[in-house]
T-cell receptor, first 116, second 118 residues
Framework: AQKITQTQPGMFVQEKEAVTLDCTYDTSDQSYGLFWYKQPSSGEMIFLIYQGSYDEQNATEGRYSLNFQKARKSANLVISASQLGDSAMYFCAMSPRMDSSYKLIFGSGTRLLVRP | GAVVSQHPSRVICKSGTSVKIECRSLDFQATTMFWYRQFPKKSLMLMATSNEGSKATYEQGVEKDKFLINHASLTLSTLTVTSAHPEDSSFYIC??????????????FGQGTRLTVV
């Protein structure tokens, strides 16, 4: 069964500090993609970063980096130099390549609050 | 980045009426669109996969007759909540992808629709 687990329902971080949001996944597929999305209170889903299962290097996108540990099936999101605007819900998601529907499976989310 | 437009952003309807939500890909052809439902403070749950020109594939537990999905063109998919009841109140959000495996192209999300049935 495909599953994404986010064990941190809520996190606090001080402005300008780094924070790590945890994500573990379960799949029997060899090919899959891992995604992180940000959802502010407005509800829109904002794509942050993508990691392919065969990518050897950890993905980075500006202040976002993905700590991909394939053997441990974890794909933690690291946000460096947190900003007040980073306060939002963060969802980890997976797309198994062998699933022809190409759907996204989401974790339960982590609410991040950045303190000034 | 690609833009997906979802309309309306908010809708309030009376119990028993039907509501149509539109999802449009504005600058690309979306072979596949997905409809998700999100309860307050919960994750997104996939309702159905919509492929242009064919019947939608519904996830287990989703009532096909309650949530009608039509993907009439490569740029438009609609979700109709029929005979809406208060328990259908939720946040509905669509996503669209150009084609191929999602890993090759990100999914673009609409802004979401907050449905309130009174």
């Amino acid at each position: 069964a495909q599953k994404i687990t986010q064990t941190q329902p809520g996190m606090f971080v001080q402005e300008k500090e780094a924070v790590t949001l945890d994500c573990t996944y379960d799949t029997s597929d060899q090919s899959y993609g891992l995604f992180w999305y940000k959802q502010p209170s407005s509800g829109e889903m904002i794509f942050l970063i993508y990691q392919g299962s065969y990518d050897e290097q950890n993905a980075t996108e500006g202040r976002y980096s993905l700590n991909f540990q394939k053997a441990r099936k974890s794909a933690n999101l690291v946000i460096s130099a947190s900003q007040l605007g980073d306060s939002a819900m963060y969802f980890c998601a997976m797309s198994p390549r062998m699933d022809s529907s190409y759907k996204l499976i989401f974790g339960s989310g982590t609410r991040l609050l950045v303190r000034p | 980045g690609a833009v997906v437009s979802q309309h309306p952003s908010r809708v309030i309807c009376k119990s028993g009426t039907s509501v149509k939500i539109e999802c449009r890909s504005l600058d690309f052809q979306a072979t596949t669109m997905f409809w998700y439902r999100q309860f307050p403070k919960k994750s997104l749950m996939l309702m159905a996969t919509s492929n242009e020109g064919s019947k939608a594939t519904y996830e287990q537990g989703v009532e096909k007759d309650k949530f009608l999905i039509n993907h009439a063109s490569l740029t438009l998919s609609t979700l109709t909540v029929t005979s809406a009841h208060p328990e259908d109140s939720s946040f509905y959000i669509c996503s669209a992808q150009r084609g191929g495996w999602l890993g090759d192209t990100e999914a673009f999300f609409g802004q979401g629709t907050r449905l309130t049935v009174v």
